[in-house]
Structure formats: C-alpha cells, structure tokens
C-alpha cells in the first residue's frame, strides 16, 4: 500500500524567512503533485512534477523531485502571510482498476507578520 | 471556464437517512474522481471514473456507499442509511483522461459539507 508522509505537520514562520516542506512515498512513481488548501476552501494544484530531478517555480515556492530517494521538496522563499495555507502533497497510482491520487497529511503552514 | 461544480454546497441530516451528492465535472474532462477529507482521516480516496467505463468499487469504505456516472458526465454520489462517522467533506475532481494524461492535475470541486445528526 502507497504511503505518503509529509513533515512538518505544523509549520509557524516569520514573514521574511525561508523553509522547506518534506514529502516522502513508499513505492516506486515518477509524479507528484503539489496542492494548496486555505480554510474552508477546496485544493488548489500548484505543481505537477512528472521526472527524477523535475524543478518548477511559482512565486516564492519551488517544488523538486527525485524519483530514487522518494522525496519531493516544497521550498518557501522568504515568506509572506498570503502563503498561509495547508499544502499537500500527493502521488498517483493504480490500486485495482481505480487510478488515485494518495496525499499525505498535510503541512499547516502560518505565516506571522 | 467553469471549474468542477458541486451540490449541495453543505448538507445536514439525520442519522438513518439516504443523501446524493451531486458533481459536475469541467466540460471535456473524461475522468471523474470522488475523494472524502476529515480530520481523522485526511484525504481519502473513494472512486474513479473513466468515460462510460463501470468503475472499481472497492475504494467506498462500505456496501452503503455507491456512485454513478450519466452520460459520461455528471456523477452522484449516494450513501444510504448514513452514519456520523460519514461526517466529512466530500469532494469531487476531474480530469483529462486518468492515468495516460497524469501530466495534468486532478481540478477539484469546493466540495459538499455533510454533517450526520
């Protein structure tokens, strides 16, 4: 069974500074997917990255991925309120005849002035 | 454009009672997805659907739940007799195509809000 863990679960950072969010998978997959989530509100996709060593940017967050170590990275640069959110990760995969998406737990991101 | 479109937006009911939750997927999306998020279980996975293609079942967490697709559009989501532990948000995604497309993110619904008595 897939298994995707994110960490940190809660992050609380000062407007200004940089940080960087882990996303780790159990199985073999060439894609990831980043999604934003701000309260009460649906997810929002932010990156798809499709190969080992994939980097995309948008804004002050990058996302990477290498396929080998299992690991996807979300980095904030220098960070603003309005990137106060919950970001998931996510990974896709076969389970059955059902294609999937499996997400981590989510990242709690709060961003103080 | 119009992005996924679901409904109700939030539903409260009694426990025993039957609920359809309806999703309108963004025009040209072949492919369907049905996910539930609470807090004690993150983000879930529940069923996909692919054109007309009958779907894999096994993902609805029991013989209560069930789901179709008209058309190779629209798809309601039905519990029957519901249960408080089926409190949750129940969002819907689309997609071009399934897995030969994964380039292209699943768009998600904002999702109905289902609150069981």
């Known amino acids: 069974e897939l298994k995707v863990e994110q960490n940190p679960l809660f992050l609380s950072m000062q407007e200004g500074k940089n940080y960087t969010i882990y996303c780790n998978y159990s199985?073999?997959?060439?894609?990831l997917y980043w999604y934003r989530q701000d309260p009460g509100k649906s997810l929002e996709s932010l990156f798809v990255?499709?190969?080992?060593?994939a980097v995309k940017q948008e804004g002050r967050l990058m996302a990477s991925l290498d396929t080998k170590a299992r690991l996807s990275t979300l980095h904030i640069t220098a960070a603003v309120h309005d990137l106060s959110a919950t970001y998931f990760c996510?990974?896709?995969?076969?389970?059955?005849?059902?294609?999937?998406?499996?997400f981590g737990k989510g990242t709690l991101l709060t961003v103080n002035p | 454009g119009a992005g996924v479109s679901q409904s109700p937006s939030n539903k409260v009911t009694e426990k025993g009672k039957d609920v359809e939750l309806r999703c309108d997927p963004i025009?040209?999306?072949?492919?369907l997805y049905w996910y539930r998020q609470s807090l004690g279980q993150g983000l879930e996975f529940l069923i996909y659907?692919?054109?007309?293609?009958?779907?894999?079942k096994s993902g609805l967490p029991s013989d209560r739940f069930s789901a179709e697709r008209t058309g190779g559009s629209v798809s309601t989501l039905t519990i029957q007799r519901t249960q408080q532990e089926d409190s949750a948000v129940y969002l819907c995604?689309?997609?071009?195509?399934?897995?030969?497309?994964?380039?292209?993110?699943?768009?998600f619904g904002d999702g109905t809000r289902l609150s069981i008595l």
């Open positions: 996510a990974v896709d995969s076969w389970g059955g005849s059902n294609y999937k998406l499996t």
């Open positions: 025009s040209g999306h072949t492919a």
């Open positions: 199985t073999t997959s060439d894609r």
């Open positions: 659907f692919q054109g007309n293609s009958a779907p894999d």
């Open positions: 990255l499709l190969s080992n060593g």
């Open positions: 995604a689309s997609s071009l195509e399934g897995w030969d497309r994964g380039n292209q993110p699943q768009h």
